[in-house]
């Protein structure tokens, strides 16, 4: 018998549109205002993970002054540093701020695919953020098993925040996770889906291929970790033994047995490093785009550099154990993870180069995001070139777990992709707002911040090297320490203190920008992509006015011979004014 | 033109801050001094491409920097250089890796004549073991810890009654002699770390980890612990002495192995008894 089945159809899918102040400003489903919302909430916990490292350094420079600091405060500041700069801050404000605003512009969309669950995701990350600021107001407060959260010692007595603080820590990473994954799938979809006609994917600009694979690596990776905190919280709240040993802890024997605490750290790490790159290829995509609008020039070598991006990303799943030469692990993943490490050197290289390419025979212009940009150079090239001894399983061996360590992943995925977000900000902060940004102020931010970040990290790599371990709430008398250790620790904390404090007038620059600054204009660099290219600025609903734009050219149309001006945008269709031959 | 001298002065400071740096690596006390010899290879190979990028870069920034009627090169890619690139900085990268394995491959293979010693670590304390003159461990487990028995020793087995137990933080080492440190920890993760070794290992509960070395100065050297324990972390301190022969056997003799300290447990308990009776 035949059944009448009505044929499931609707009639054209319209935007989205904002009926209240409440969806248009608070549960917006715009890409642009969850934008904001994932940056201005990342800056806002990542100002309290600077405050933490001021502690930790008045604490380093100044043993046995603050009578405020006591080992337990200490070992809570550096965990919470730890892992609010590296998940709270540079994941979410790389991912969700500048993923958010530039992935639907950048590739010609109206918004992102999904955007309600994009909604959706700001407030689970805005739970977890704040799940994470409440461990500081339980008894024993927050955890300060290191930012690793390795066990056993992460669940045991005699580390601080072993009762509440480590449970909300493990809660804190699973919902930012879960909201992640629902931010993740967004950028993912919108950047296969929603390219406007003409946007293939070898036209994306680099700053859309860094986040989309820094995506696809995030959602690869974080379930690792995802397993890893819920085994982990079994393990605190129904004893089971998944990372916990037969062990005796302060006298006391536990009901544990059988568990393999390096079995967390393989988690922890699958996730981990890739992790890095999480950070670093968003960071490398803007900086390529960057370098290239201020030197008015093409970035060089674009095909090599989305290959570049690409095989970084899937090298990365292969490189962990790097973390773990000396965790007792087979010594024989030495030799494997040292190859597949140095190998992953490779690429990265090729992009240095390509970077400084860009700058040859260029018109640069010496603007702040140029400036931020060279500086990310500077302590991009530094602080790889200390992964090479890292990562070379042999030289690890005296170099891990000392300040060396620390020096190197500050300066390679802390300040590096700091100044990167400098420049994004200075660079986007015209279309996001419509305003210019101060240069005077902008110059007295990007030297203080850049020399004073430099001047921090350069000479802990010497301590490093000289023996100094990281993570000591003090050295007190040891033989192979000499006093100008403790000297360099004060003078590295003054200059902390300073760069810090000089970020108030970056702050300040946003604040009075925002109402005074020069009026920008639509298209203030002359730079190629979409973004800049819309009917309004700051851009409204929908980004693009009644049509989308289609696209006729890549994104790096600097400076071409025999057309008109310098730049040539990518909607721009084939025409006397673009004619290159 | 600032900011080209900004990062020239970036990259002097750089090369005279590690040329003059009052902070190098400690006098090196083992045979790992093929570890330091890597260290100085990758500072070479990679301080030649620091330099050499910085200054192009220096370079660019002053040449290329921004003037009226300068028009940039319109230069999408060059293979050939790529392709020239990528091989050079393999080669570079393989300099540094081969060594490195060959050194690493030392590393984890234990001289035959290495003898062991154990090193346990717990919050935040070390204490040590030697096997005895059987040259052999007695099983330990840790049902079997407990203030009278802090090593957890198995009185029923015949290899354990030689062993010698160090119950303090202070150790000694034999010069010239090839060692294999047996690494325990009773609670949480800990790492042997005595800097002018160079070589260092996680101790990982539930499983025994492993390092060799061969003392070749004598000293004293202070033993660290360097994979975060909890709050007594920078305070769980040791002593690591290396002794020549003469001193070391004096040293040794004066330790007391597990069958001794059980005797003398016994007459202490013997003894307490008695006066409990009088």
């Known amino acids: 018998m035949m059944v009448d089945v009505p044929v499931a159809e609707v009639a054209e899918v319209e935007l989205y549109h904002a009926k209240s102040y409440w969806t248009k400003y608070v549960f917006s489903q715009d890409a642009k205002v969850i934008a904001i919302q994932y940056g201005g909430t990342a800056v806002a916990i990542g100002l309290v993970g600077l405050v933490l490292s001021w502690l930790m350094r008045l604490q380093l420079g100044f043993p046995d002054t603050f009578a405020f600091i006591d080992a337990t405060d200490y070992y809570q500041f550096i965990t919470v540093h730890g892992m609010i700069m590296v998940i709270y801050l540079l994941t979410a404000l790389f991912l969700g701020g500048f993923g958010n605003y530039l992935i639907p512009l950048m590739v010609g969309a109206r918004d992102m695919v999904f955007p309600y669950l994009n909604m959706v995701s700001y407030w689970v990350y805005l739970c977890a953020v704040l799940i994470l600021v409440a461990s500081f107001f339980v008894e024993g407060g927050p955890t300060g098993a290191g930012w690793t959260l390795y066990p056993p010692q992460s669940i045991t007595e005699g580390t601080p925040g072993s009762e509440g603080g480590i449970i909300l820590m493990l809660v804190s990473l699973a919902l930012f996770i879960i909201g992640f994954t629902m931010g993740g799938l967004n950028y993912v979809v919108t950047v296969l889906q929603a390219r406007t006609r003409g946007m293939t994917l070898m036209r994306l600009p680099l700053t859309v291929w860094g986040i989309f694979v820094a995506t696809i690596l995030a959602l690869l990776a974080f379930p690792a970790l995802f397993v890893g905190c819920i085994m982990m919280t079994l393990d605190k709240l129904l004893g089971t033994s998944f990372f916990m040993p037969e062990m005796i802890s302060l006298g006391q024997q536990l009901e544990y047995d059988g568990g393999s605490p390096i079995l967390f750290q393989h988690l922890f790490w699958f996730f981990g490093h890739p992790e890095v790159y999480i950070v670093a290829l968003p960071a490398f995509g803007i900086v390529s785009d960057l370098l290239a609008v201020h030197a008015r020039k093409n970035i060089f070598g674009y095909r090599m550099m989305v290959w570049a991006i690409v095989i970084i990303g899937a090298l990365s799943f292969v490189v962990w154990a790097h973390h773990m030469y000396v965790s007792g692990m087979h010594p024989y993943f030495g030799f494997f993870f040292a190859t597949t490490t140095l190998i992953i050197a490779v690429p990265t290289a090729l992009k240095v180069y390509n970077w400084v390419l860009t700058l040859w025979h260029g018109d640069i212009h010496l603007t702040q995001p140029m400036l931020f940009s060279l500086a990310f150079l500077v302590t991009f090239i530094n602080g790889g070139i200390t992964g090479l001894f890292l990562g070379n399983v042999t030289v690890d061996v005296p170099l891990s777990d000392t300040m060396f360590v620390v020096a190197h992943f500050h300066m390679v995925m802390g300040i590096a992709p700091l100044m990167v977000v400098f420049g994004a900000i200075y660079h986007w902060y015209p279309k996001i707002t419509g305003r210019m940004l101060h240069e005077g102020m902008g110059k007295f931010h990007f030297w203080v911040t850049f020399l004073g970040a430099y001047t921090i990290f350069l000479p802990l790599h010497y301590i490093g090297l000289q023996g100094v371990p990281r993570r000591y709430f003090e050295f007190g008398d040891t033989a192979f320490i000499p006093d100008s250790v403790t000297t360099l620790n004060a003078f590295v904390t003054v200059v902390t203190l300073t760069v810090g404090f000089a970020q108030i007038v970056f702050f300040y620059n946003m604040w009075r920008s925002y109402k005074h600054g020069k009026v920008a204009g639509d298209n203030p660099w002359g730079a190629t992509t979409l973004e800049w290219q819309t009917a309004e600025t700051p851009p409204g609903h929908g980004n693009f006015g009644e049509e989308l734009p289609l696209v006729y050219r890549w994104a790096y149309d600097f400076s071409v011979p025999g057309a008109k001006n310098d730049f040539i945008p990518q909607n721009m269709p084939p025409g006397p004014d673009t004619n290159n031959h | ?278």
């Open chain 2, 1 to 278: 033109m600032i900011v080209a001298i900004g990062l020239l002065v970036v990259l002097v400071g750089t090369v005279l801050f590690h040329v003059y740096s009052p902070w190098w690596w400690t006098p090196i006390a083992s045979n790992w001094g093929n570890m330091d010899d890597t260290i100085l290879l990758t500072f070479w190979i990679t301080g030649a491409v620091f330099i050499a990028v910085m200054l192009f870069m220096v370079y660019c920034i002053y040449k290329f920097r921004h003037k009226e009627g300068r028009v940039a090169h319109y230069e999408p890619e060059n293979t050939k250089l790529e392709v020239w690139l990528t091989s050079i900085t393999a080669v570079g990268v393989a300099a540094m890796l081969a060594p490195g394995l060959i050194v690493w491959n030392d590393y984890v293979t234990v001289p035959e004549d290495a003898v062991e010693f154990e090193a346990i670590g717990q919050q935040w304390s070390w204490t040590f073991r030697l096997p005895g003159e059987d040259g052999k461990f007695g099983t330990v487990s840790m049902k079997d810890m407990n203030p009278d028995n802090p090593f957890g020793m198995s009185a029923d087995d015949p290899n354990g009654q030689d062993d010698v137990l160090i119950e303090e933080d202070e150790m000694h080492l034999l010069k010239d002699q090839p060692i294999k440190a047996l690494l325990r920890s009773v609670d949480v993760l800990h790492d042997f770390y005595v800097p002018q070794f160079r070589a260092k290992m996680d101790m990982v509960p539930g499983t025994v980890t492993y390092f060799w070395l061969t003392p070749i100065r004598t000293g004293e050297f202070e033993i660290l612990c360097a994979e975060l324990c909890g709050v007594g972390h920078h305070a769980m301190r040791g002593t690591v002495v290396v002794d020549e022969q003469e001193a070391y056997d004096e040293w040794l003799s004066d330790q007391a192995t597990y069958a001794e300290l059980v005797e003398e447990a016994r007459i202490r308990k013997e003894n307490e008894t008695r006066l409990a009776m009088n």
